[in-house]
């Protein structure tokens, strides 16, 4: 007897050998399995096995011999599914939102706050014009129209080193102040130029079909101008231009103000729309070009040459001036156009597949600079920001 109960010992004991390396050899494979080395890698943040666990035959399923099968499949099972869904929850962790901080409201007029991912799809930034938020913020963004010559509103304190400063501005360089201070002051650009860091034209057309029919038009040729200033280059060419066409004539200038409202109505009545720049320069090309296209009229554009116009837009959807040598040449061509319905017809044939529409100034500004800042982390500061944009 005695010599079967040592027999029976030892075999117990085997067993019990057998069955903690058969769990030493499960949790190896885990181990093998889940942990990732990383450059970073820290022994003390690395998530625990949950408690409880299930280990199923594939944890060790390659370390398998003929004789530990019913060792795998008696004491080491583990529930995969469990332990993947929690390293995931413990290893997860939302990025912080990218601060954009309002420093000076563009001519003062105040935009929701909260409104880029309803309007632009740019999601986990968060503009705010709390200036307690200086320090922290990622990007701070200022209007050049609002920035005093001395810089006395701009922050005295230092700048993080990895914040950005954002240069906003829609006006020309001829109705822009220059100031000799700002260069090597901010580090991003946002404005209608197509070579800003964030560019954001006066409008777009993108890819889509126009709805609506063409509205029925009363008048041939309209204008729109308060700003009259007799050296501009639009104010010779409209004087020469009525010599030869009937021009129907609004706003300011001419004693004849119009509402928001009564703008839609009139524009859209017109065959011929005068999109002509107050100044002339590259990629000025403004809001005087996109609603025309919007409202289902024809532009007629003064400004910077063709090819920059048609970096925007189909080349068949304006008239440029420069198409003729004169006045005289252009009123022939409206005229000839006002006659045959079908070459009139084809400016219009671009909303077949594109649809036009406006930038929203300001918001879009600050939406895209908090995009462009959580997109782009590197450092860089615009040194000749005046030779760059006043040339």
Known sequence: ??????????????????????????????????????????????PAIPQHAVCRDI???ALQKPNQIHIINNTCTVNLTSISSHFTQTSTAKTPDTVILIWTWPFGAKFDLDSCSSMFDIHDCHLTDNRSYFEKADGVFFH?????????NVPNQPRPRLQKWVWMNMESPS?????????????LTSSYRLDSDISVPYGRLIRGKTNGIIPK???LVCWIVSNWNSAYKRSQYYEELKEHI??????NAFHKRISSEDYTSVVSSCRFYLSFENSIHKDYITEKLFNPLILGTV????????????????????????????????????????????????YFSWREDLVASESRFGLEHACRA??????????????????????
């Open 59 to 61: 944890c060790i399923s």
């Open 217 to 219: 038009k009363t008048k």
């Open 370 to 391: 908090c995009d462009h800042i959580r997109r782009n982390q590197n450092y860089r500061v615009v040194n000749e920001l005046n030779g760059w944009y006043w040339g």
């Open 144 to 152: 050049h129209r609002d920035i005093y010559e001395d810089l006395s």
């Open 1 to 46: 007897m005695e010599p079967q109960n040592s027999s029976s010992s030892s075999h117990r004991a085997l067993q019990n050998l057998l069955a903690a390396l058969a769990l030493l050899t499960c949790f190896s494979a885990i181990f093998y399995v889940y942990y990732k080395p990383t450059e970073t890698a820290n022994w003390q943040k690395c």
């Open 175 to 187: 109705n822009s102040p220059r100031y000799p201070s700002l260069n090597d002051l901010f580090n």
């Open 299 to 346: 532009p007629v554009v003064l400004g910077p040459p063709r090819r920059n116009y048609e970096e925007l837009i189909p080349a068949g959807a304006f008239i440029h001036i420069e198409d003729f040598s004169t006045p005289e040449g252009l009123a022939q061509h409206l005229k000839l156009l006002e006659k045959n319905e079908d070459l009139y017809m084809q």
């Open 246 to 251: 009937t021009i129907d004539v609004y706003g």
